[in-house]
């Protein structure tokens, strides 16, 4: 294989590969009320509990309410936790998920089919896109214009290192609507962001061929 | 076998890394990539740009007080109020401290007090004679 290609295909992420035993300890750990396995089952498991929030409510406040109740009930129910199941953060995700929904039932807001459009104007939001400043902001902004369920997706499988099993899990999707879920976002970001977008496939091909 | 369909299906979806595909799929993608290099490199280097532009914008930041409130939410065990047992080797410290503060007094004992020491000699020596306690109280009373 081509250098080039080596880079491109990378290397098998650890974090994937964790064995249940450390998560099995953890959480009993948790059980018995352990000060240190509580602050690194937060550790571990609240960027990933916020993230989805934040992805499926787009609302700070009410991401925040809902990684605290979904904390409460995760100290309730750890004694419930099968490790052969889930890891650790899927469990958590697939319960701040679960919380996710409640909340936006009782908004009123009606979960589409996975088959169909999340919502008609699926659209970035290009004023918000053009007036981000710096590179990093704009993305973020093209990511925070993206529906919700396509938004928490790319959270999940591209910013957290999931699986596709684990964040179809999550979401309570199938593998294939995740599949597509994913393909929507990164379509509507390469339109969003197709300045940058360009210069990075230039800078690309630059050293491509420098290597060839 | 994967087909040049499917092999950009997973692209779109997942990026530029094989190592983010489907594991199911990475062999068959990884053999794509060695009979198609050309047309198979530049798909995963259009993608691999739009991974390079996610990584810079990276997840949602997690606030120190929400940290907070969710670890001040947890159920914490007090320490348990009965004292820790008594380890194996605490009598064998206990004992090797005794040595070393009765070898330290033994070394000591040429330096000590004077007045000391003639308090003791008077003392001891008043035990030999039979009147010896009486002269001391008689000492004493005066």
């Known amino acids: ?26 959480a009993d750990g948790v059980a018995r009320g352990e000060r240190g396995a509580v602050a690194a089952l937060t550790r571990r498991c609240l960027p990933v509990v916020h993230g989805i929030a934040r992805r499926l409510l787009k609302d700070s406040v009410e991401a925040e309410d809902v990684a605290q109740e979904t904390f409460v009930k995760v100290w309730r129910s750890i004694h419930t936790y099968d490790p052969e199941r889930a890891r650790l953060e899927a469990w958590t995700g697939k319960i701040a998920a679960n919380a996710c929904y409640d909340r936006l039932r009782k908004r009123g807001e009606v979960l589409l089919d996975e088959a169909m459009p999340e919502r008609a104007d699926e659209a970035p939001r290009a004023d918000a896109v053009l007036a981000a400043k710096d590179s990093a902001a704009r ?26 099993i684990e964040a179809a899990e999550i979401l309570g999707v199938s593998v294939d609507a995740l599949e597509s879920l994913l393909a929507r976002a990164r379509r509507t970001l390469k339109t969003a962001l197709a300045e940058e977008h360009g210069a990075l496939l230039d800078g690309l091909s630059e050293g491509h061929g420098g290597q060839a | 076998m994967m087909d040049e369909t499917r092999f950009k299906a997973l692209t779109e979806a997942y990026g530029g890394d094989l190592a983010r595909w489907p594991e199911a799929e990475r062999d068959a993608a990884a053999a794509f990539l060695a009979e198609h290099p050309e047309e198979a490199a530049s798909t995963l280097a259009d993608a691999a740009a739009l991974d390079q532009l ?12 929400l940290e907070e409130a969710v670890l001040a939410s947890a159920p914490i065990a007090e320490p348990a109020a009965s004292p820790q047992p008594v380890p194996r080797w ?42 010896g306690l009486d ?6 009373a005066r």
Not at chain 2, 135 to 140: G, K, L, N, P, Y
């Open chain 1, 139 to 164: 993305v973020r902004a093209a990511v925070d214009a993206l529906p919700p369920r396509q938004a928490a997706a790319l959270e999940l499988c591209a910013l957290r290192d999931h699986t596709n």
């Open chain 2, 90 to 131: 605490a009598g064998i410290a206990a004992a090797f401290a005794l040595m070393v503060g009765a070898g330290a007094g033994w070394i000591a004992a040429p330096g000590a007090d004077p007045y000391a020491d003639l308090v003791s000699a008077q003392a001891f020596g008043a035990l030999e004679s039979a009147d």
């Open chain 2, 135 to 140: 002269a001391i109280t008689q000492e004493d």
């Open chain 1, 1 to 26: 294989m081509r250098p080039v290609l080596r880079v491109i295909s990378g290397s098998p992420r650890p974090t994937r590969d964790r064995p249940l035993a450390g998560d099995r300890a953890l």
């Open chain 2, 54 to 65: 996610l990584a810079c914008a990276g997840g949602a930041g997690v606030s120190p007080s």
